[in-house]
């Protein structure tokens, strides 16, 4: 039992030390990962100013500008994860190797996460020293709590999408395209997610879990009761049951695809 457990953490960690130690080397991700989202933020933020509204608001700009990083990492780095891999010649090996395919899902969130956190420092730093955000946190212990359960849906979503997105083959491009500015949008991450009525906005909570996070963080951080959608200590629930839902339908979908690949014969073929 004790062996089985190392020999899996030996290999998230091997998966995870890839995307920590390659991410710093290229330097057009780092670029491209906190330059863009960033002029998305500096934009809102100055929309906000000549509006004359509340400070809170700017910071609901920077929070969400935050997320927004670690979303498009999700998506990219952990959706299309192992479809890059079929491309490059490297899911073979990994599926014929003696090794753990979740704890391969597992390495890939701990590196993202490691990588999309260096990213989301950086935005905030430079929101600090350029618009002079403060972010005054009420409720320390659950606004960690909160940060720690979003990571955690948000990152089981991408491991069960990266089998979702490997099978579907490369349609699954179009799809990404169409759907990523209705979520941000339905996500609420650039305003309260409340304002958009309680039925959609209830209804968007439940398939994008980024939702719940803002919201509970923005009362945590930013005392946004009256715009809240529901209490931190309910969505945080929430937020933890979709988590372990999500980690644990990756893993049945993981052995499907394996079982779609035996049947059809498939599964390692490129372009498809």
Do not use: C
Request: aromatic share 14%.
């Amino acid at each position: 039992m004790i062996t089985g457990v190392r020999y899996f953490l030996k290999v998230a960690l091997a998966r995870a030390y890839v995307r920590i130690i390659g991410a710093q080397r290229e330097l057009s991700w780092i670029i491209g990962d906190t330059l863009l989202p960033f002029l998305s933020v500096a934009a809102y933020v100055y929309v906000y100013r000549a509006m004359n509204a509340p400070p809170e608001y700017t910071g609901f700009v920077i929070l969400g500008g935050i997320v927004v990083t670690f979303w498009m990492h999700m998506l990219w780095s952990m959706g299309m994860q192992f479809f890059w891999e079929k491309e490059m010649g490297n899911m073979a090996l990994y599926l014929m190797a003696p090794l753990s395919r979740p704890a391969l899902l597992l390495g890939m969130a701990i590196g993202g996460i490691f990588m999309t956190s260096t990213r989301a420092i950086m935005i905030y730093v430079a929101s600090r020293f350029l618009f002079g955000i403060q972010f005054n946190i009420t409720e320390p212990m659950m606004a960690l709590a909160v940060s720690l359960a979003t990571l955690l849906a948000l990152y089981g979503l991408g491991m069960m999408l990266s089998s979702l997105f490997f099978i579907s083959g490369r349609g699954i491009f179009y799809g990404m395209q169409v759907m990523m500015e209705p979520v941000f949008f339905l996500g609420g991450f650039y305003f309260p997610v409340k304002q958009l009525g309680m039925m959609v906005a209830t209804a968007a909570a439940a398939i994008i879990p980024v939702s719940l996070g803002l919201d509970a963080l923005r009362q945590t951080m930013f005392g946004a009761y009256d715009s809240a959608l529901f209490t931190p200590k309910t969505e945080l629930i929430a937020l933890l049951v979709m988590g372990v839902v999500f980690v644990y339908s990756s893993i049945v979908i993981l052995h499907k695809m394996e079982a779609v690949g035996r049947r059809e014969g498939k599964l390692f073929l490129k372009n498809q």
